[in-house]
């Protein structure tokens, strides 16, 4: 279960293409581009427990630098490529990187970086700037063998950042050989059916946690990956036709866009190949899902679960249909929903979301932040960690997901949760995307505002926003609906389709500097 193993054995079989530009890599091909990154690596000084960051958009080199961390026994700490060179500068020192990869498309940040990161390697991949080495050039020297000691290194990564600064999930190296099996793979083998014949398209960026792990795991099994630049509706189902994919993994906000698209765009390509569609990271609409379930067949899996890799809830759309909403049921250990003084709750009551562990030992932690470590675990017991998400449980087990607790908006003491309006407004035909936040009153503390980004901008203004509320009115009760709306261009998301909502929400409470970090 490793990439060098099928190197042996079907070396000239295409282990992963770009869909864009069409560039590929053999697993010949990239196992010799890794094992020139390991040696590198060991010629610069890293020895197993220390760390790499990259800093780059989705290309060629990413997962082969990837493998050639895993493989010299690093942690390596993929960046998002939006962030200032301020924000990238605290994640290298956070993670203490030795060495930082950056891609020429990065050049103006890159070059900031220079006098921020004193002692730090610096390597730019596609090109050469003051400052950094051309990463081309300095594996060109090294051999393509592999390294003698070669031992397990494992991803360190960072939180989105969308409700404050970002923070690291590190995890203890065991000293393993390089092609262990982890739960992982088991997981995506048994629910997705993921196997050596996977075609797998990723459309998001993969310096985030779920496109960077399921990628690598396609390759651990010798599928081909296939990787989007970045995200188009319609290029995502061109890709599908041309490429047969049959794997793929999405966010909510990509199922809508494509859904959009409009009928004879969309329902052209043929998507026929695809067998396990999978989705996460965010709640998906009921109807969004439902739409896609009718579009693409009993094909869409969804998951819940974090970064930290604390919990694992699955459902497939069989069992979705009967109970629509759902996140799935655990699959690592039981769920508890808990109240604000950490009683557990009974079935059907919302509170916040606890995965127990076997151990606090097994529990992750947030590297350097010992109380945001400490605020996710439950006040009783110790081997209980959240999220920070709210939600229930149902009878049969399955959960549903209410909202992030921090974005909870409480108004006259009431608690409103934002996701179920915004979930009805993104079916709004005239609405792109929408962000429902608390704003400040000076009557009830908070009330209900939406931001909405329409289809067409041309659209924007008090006609539409008096029909969106009309809209709401007449399918929600009067607490949930927004008291006005404001129109923007596009709204600050993710590229994993996470919204930063903090942003949004800042504006309006005088926070006029609020940024991604």
């Keep these: 279960m490793h990439p060098s193993l099928h190197a042996q054995t079907a070396s000239d079989k295409t282990a992963l293409i770009m869909a864009g530009s069409g560039e590929s890599l053999t697993y010949g091909q990239m196992e010799a581009r890794s094992n020139q990154a390991a040696q590198l690596f060991?010629?610069?000084?890293?020895?197993?427990?220390?760390?790499?960051?990259?800093?780059?958009?989705?290309?060629?080199?990413?997962?082969?630098?990837?493998?050639?961390?895993?493989?010299?026994?690093?942690?390596?700490?993929c960046i998002s490529s939006r962030l200032t060179a301020g924000e990238v500068e605290y994640i290298v020192g956070d993670?203490?990187?030795?060495?930082?990869?950056?891609?020429?498309?990065?050049?103006?940040?890159?070059?900031?970086?220079?006098?921020?990161?004193?002692?730090?390697?610096?390597?730019?991949?596609?090109?050469?700037?003051?400052?950094?080495?051309?990463?081309?050039?300095?594996?060109?020297?090294?051999?393509?063998?592999?390294?003698?000691?070669?031992?397990?290194?494992?991803?360190?990564?960072?939180?989105?950042g969308t409700t404050g600064r970002p923070k690291g999930v590190r995890v203890p190296l065991q000293g393993l050989p390089?092609?262990?099996?982890?739960?992982?793979?088991?997981?995506?083998?048994?629910?997705?059916?993921?196997?050596?014949?996977?075609?797998?398209?990723?459309?998001?960026?993969?310096?985030?946690?779920?496109?960077?792990?399921?990628?690598?795991?396609v390759q651990r099994l010798g599928g081909t990956v296939i990787?989007?630049?970045?995200?188009?509706?319609?290029?995502?189902?061109?890709?599908?036709?041309?490429?047969k994919a049959n794997a793929s993994q999405w966010v909510p906000t990509m199922f809508v866009r494509m859904l959009k698209l409009p009928d004879d765009v969309r329902l052209k390509y043929d998507v026929s190949s695809m067998k396990s569609a999978i989705h996460a990271a965010a709640p998906c609409p009921i109807e969004v899902k439902k739409k896609m379930i009718e579009w693409w067949g009993p094909v869409i899996h969804e998951y819940y679960a974090g970064t930290?890799?604390?919990?694992?809830?699955?459902?497939?759309?069989?069992?979705w249909l009967k109970h629509p909403g759902t996140v799935g049921k655990s699959l690592l250990g039981?769920?508890?929903?808990?109240?604000?003084?950490?009683?557990?709750?009974?079935?059907?009551?919302?509170?916040?979301?606890?995965?127990?562990?076997?151990?606090?030992?097994?529990?992750?932690?947030?590297?350097?932040?010992?109380?945001?470590?400490?605020?996710?675990?439950?006040p009783e017991?110790?081997?209980?960690?959240?999220?920070?998400?709210?939600?229930?449980?149902?009878?049969?087990?399955?959960?549903?997901?209410?909202?992030?607790?921090?974005?909870?908006?409480?108004?006259?003491?009431?608690?409103?949760?934002?996701?179920?309006?915004?979930?009805?407004?993104?079916?709004?035909?005239?609405?792109?995307d929408v962000a429902v936040i608390g704003v400040p009153n000076e009557d009830f503390g908070e009330e209900v505002k939406a931001v909405v980004q329409p289809a067409n901008w041309?659209?924007?203004?008090?006609?539409?926003?008096?029909?969106?509320?009309?809209?709401?009115?007449?399918?929600?009760?009067?607490?949930?609906?927004?008291?006005?709306?404001d129109f923007d261009k596009e709204l600050p998301r993710h590229p994993t389709g996470k919204l930063y909502k903090r942003l949004i929400r800042d504006r309006y409470w005088g926070k006029r500097d609020s940024k991604i970090v």
């Design 42 to 77: 060991r010629s610069l000084g890293l020895e197993p427990g220390d760390a790499i960051a990259l800093f780059m958009e989705n290309n060629l080199d990413f997962l082969p630098i990837c493998w050639g961390a895993q493989r010299a026994g690093l942690y390596f700490t």
């Design 95 to 160: 993670c203490a990187a030795k060495v930082l990869i950056v891609s020429s498309g990065l050049s103006k940040v890159a070059s900031e970086l220079v006098p921020l990161l004193k002692g730090v390697k610096l390597l730019m991949v596609g090109g050469t700037a003051a400052g950094f080495q051309s990463y081309e050039e300095a594996t060109g020297e090294m051999p393509t063998t592999r390294i003698a000691d070669e031992v397990a290194g494992t991803d360190m990564l960072y939180s989105s």
């Design 178 to 217: 390089i092609d262990a099996p982890n739960p992982l793979i088991m997981l995506v083998q048994a629910l997705f059916g993921l196997s050596k014949d996977s075609i797998y398209l990723s459309p998001a960026p993969l310096y985030h946690a779920a496109p960077l792990r399921y990628c690598m795991t």
């Design 227 to 243: 990787v989007m630049e970045h995200f188009d509706a319609e290029e995502a189902l061109k890709a599908i036709q041309k490429y």
């Design 308 to 319: 930290e890799g604390n919990g694992f809830c699955y459902v497939g759309s069989a069992d």
């Design 334 to 378: 039981p769920v508890h929903i808990c109240g604000e003084n950490g009683e557990e709750l009974p079935v059907g009551e919302e509170g916040t979301i606890y995965f127990e562990s076997a151990t606090p030992e097994a529990m992750f932690r947030y590297h350097n932040d010992e109380k945001k470590t400490k605020d996710s675990r439950h």
């Design 381 to 432: 017991h110790a081997n209980w960690s959240s999220l920070g998400d709210v939600g229930k449980l149902d009878e049969d087990g399955f959960l549903y997901l209410t909202d992030r607790k921090a974005f909870m908006i409480i108004s006259g003491g009431v608690n409103i949760y934002p996701q179920e309006a915004e979930n009805l407004l993104i079916g709004h035909p005239k609405v792109a």
């Design 458 to 485: 041309a659209d924007a203004g008090p006609a539409l926003a008096d029909e969106l509320m009309a809209y709401a009115r007449a399918n929600l009760s009067a607490i949930k609906c927004p008291r006005s709306i």
